[in-house]
């Protein structure tokens, strides 16, 4: 994909959740009336969408391989659903293991060339249901509310649209940092 070094780009990075359970998900989601879910990948953010610029775009990229670089692939688990309400109108699956791993990742990430302020405070998660009807809300947080999956996170992505909100992935990064207990015992 060729970016225009000025043009607007939105840009969105992410740790996907693998299969079956990414489709599972994205196929419950779809259910629930959430159309958007088909142009999303599944996925735990790492830095909501940011409007940029292409050559912002390239730098961020070099950015967010260092990060892979420093960070080492680290064991997920989904379990169960959570919500937002009343401030936000979301359910979502949470992150029951790997929440410090994700934390750490976002920070990295945001740490960046393309940075933003959140508008509330980072808590990893898979959204499910998002600004659909209370009805629906309720159902999806019953319906999921004994999900698990269980999963090795080795990986996160870059991805972008112009204005379409239709999510390509762009670049995918590879965790790639030092097992902090293996360097634990060499000490």
Known sequence: MSLQPH???TVGVALPVPEPWGRLLRDARLGY??????????H??????????????EVLLEHLATVGQQNPP???????TGTFRPVSQVVFIQVAQGVSSCEQLERGVRSG???R???FP?????TLVHDEPPDVLDRAFADLADFTAE???TEFVAYVHHGDEVWRPLVTFELEGPDPQATAMEC
């Not at 680290?74 to 169960?80: I, S, Y």
């Open 122 to 126: 980072y808590h990893p998660h898979v």
């Open 33 to 42: 009336g959430e159309d958007r879910a088909a142009h999303i990948p599944t």
């Open 44 to 57: 735990v953010t790492l830095l909501p969408p940011t409007e940029t610029t292409g050559a912002r775009l």
């Open 117 to 119: 302020e959140l508008e």
């Open 113 to 115: 060339p393309v940075s």
């Open 74 to 80: 680290f064991d997920m688990v989904l379990r169960g």
């Open 151 to 153: 999963f090795v996170a």
């Open 7 to 9: 043009g607007p780009v």
